[in-house]
């Protein structure tokens, strides 16, 4: 069936080389998700940061297990607290420093974004991830987990990537951004252009050419 498509469109290197299997490389595309800057944007006033927020969205394919191993790291200071914005059990019920958001919709998200001081997201895979652009549409730093998939979308100096999802690394790593304001500044602009570059409305203009190119074949 893959084979009688006039073209596939992926939003990850990482699914090359399979479809490329299946097509000649002229019929396979990479366009990378996008995401609404219009909407998910910095929050409009500084935040006070007398404890740093951290925040994680979604379910699929996160690693809760290394989660849990950095929020019980900093469970013995007032100073690191933790958001999870997720319906499904994770593991890290009963912590004291999380706190769980259900069923909320866009505008209670976008308002848990702009709150936070970090994204912190940890997976077990990746191709495009809506929680990734989304907190750095809201100009968060963040720190995740070194894939293929997360470097294409995080090239720059707008996050902290960890091998393996190493416990004291991610630790480090939000420890770092506790530390060092300038660094979280320095990272949530690199992170806010990074999704400006890759607003929908941009990324619309790929698929238009891709559609109209197809259209003259």
């Known amino acids: 069936l893959v084979a009688r498509f006039d073209a596939v469109t992926l939003v990850a290197p990482s699914q090359v ?59 013995a200071t007032k100073f690191v607290e933790f958001d999870v914005v997720t319906s499904r059990e994770t593991g890290l019920e009963g912590l004291p420093n999380v706190t769980f958001h259900r069923s909320v919709d866009d505008s209670r998200l976008r308002r848990l974004y702009q709150q936070a001081d970090a994204l912190l997201l ?69 992170a806010r252009q990074r999704a400006e570059a890759l607003d929908w409305a941009i990324i619309a203009r790929d698929y238009e050419a891709l559609y109209s190119e197809l259209l003259r074949q």
């Open 17 to 75: 080389p399979w479809f490329h299997s299946l097509l000649p490389p002229e019929r396979v595309r990479l366009i990378l998700h996008g995401v609404d800057c219009d909407f998910f944007q910095p929050s409009p006033s500084a935040r006070a940061h007398a404890v740093f927020r951290c925040i994680t969205v979604g379910h699929w394919l996160r690693d809760f297990a290394a989660l849990k191993q950095v929020a019980e790291h900093f469970s």
């Open 122 to 190: 940890p997976l077990t895979g990746s191709t495009a991830n809506n929680a990734l652009l989304e907190g750095i549409a809201s100009g968060l730093p963040v720190i995740s987990t070194r894939l293929a998939a997360v470097e294409a979308y995080l090239p720059g100096e707008e996050a902290l990537l960890v091998p393996s999802n190493d416990r004291d690394a991610l630790a480090g790593a939000v420890q770092s951004l506790l530390e060092d304001p300038a660094l979280r500044i320095r990272m949530g602009t690199s």
